[in-house]
């Protein structure tokens, strides 16, 4: 997509960063995290990422597929490295 804003998601200290376009879009506290969930409505027009934190949730939407898809494939990076930290060897 020419033209379209870099998106980064990051930890940063015990958070998740996510910006587009280097604006902060959305910081998450990892250790409130419980899960994440997406889906598309209205005809495939509205694309929705839900985080289920301990107490709360919010949900974000975005203009585009591809955006949302970025989002997630680099938000699922991000996670996938936190859950399988080996345990130090004793």
Known sequence: MPGAPAIEVTPEFE?????????L????????????????MDGRKQ???????EGH????DYDTRE???????KLDDVL??????AAPAH
């Open 25 to 40: 879009h959305a910081w998450i506290d990892r250790k409130r995290l419980l899960g994440v969930t997406s889906w598309i």
């Open 80 to 85: 996938a490295k936190k859950r399988f930290v």
């Open 47 to 53: 694309f929705f990422i839900e985080f289920v934190m």
């Open 15 to 23: 958070a998740i960063a996510i910006r587009i376009g280097g604006v």
């Open 67 to 73: 955006k949302w898809e970025a989002i997630l494939a």
């Open 57 to 60: 949730s919010f949900t974000v």
